[in-house]
């Protein structure tokens, strides 16, 4: 199983980024497939979650209205689409995946077991 992010870069605050998560290996309309940030000095932080059933999304309230994120079976990809961006939302961003028949928060970072290597966004004021 292979999750390749891409798409980050520095953007100025209020613009927007759309990050991309290509996976091979696995069908990602059969997983939950979330992202994952991890800003300077913080813990990994829980963004969002589209999972398998019917592409239902969950958003982290630090981005909710401002995220959105969707699925191409044809691809077998997954976006993160963020606008407004602000400062804080700079952090390295990681795609993972959870079988469907797992388990579990969400939000908990245990319930996934694939990951990207991440995509840096910086985010300057």
């Known amino acids: 199983v292979q999750l390749v992010e891409s798409g980050g870069g520095l953007v100025q605050a209020g613009g927007s980024l759309r990050l991309s998560c290509a996976a091979s290996?696995?069908?990602?309309?059969?997983?939950?497939m979330a992202w994952f940030r991890q800003g300077p000095g913080k813990e990994r932080e829980f963004v969002g979650v589209?999972?398998?059933?019917?592409?239902?999304?969950y958003y982290a309230d630090s981005v909710k209205g401002r995220a959105t994120i969707s699925r191409d079976n044809a691809k077998n990809a997954v976006y993160l689409q963020t606008n407004s961006l602000k400062p804080e939302d700079t952090a390295v961003y990681y795609c993972?995946?959870?079988?469907?028949?797992?388990?579990?928060?969400?939000?908990?970072?245990?319930?996934?077991?694939?990951w990207g290597q991440g995509t840096q966004v910086t985010v300057s004021s």
């Open positions: 993972a995946g959870s079988p469907a028949s797992k388990g579990g928060s969400y939000s908990d970072p245990l319930r996934y077991d694939y």
């Open positions: 290996g696995l069908t990602v309309s059969n997983y939950a």
């Open positions: 589209i999972t398998w059933s019917g592409g239902r999304t």
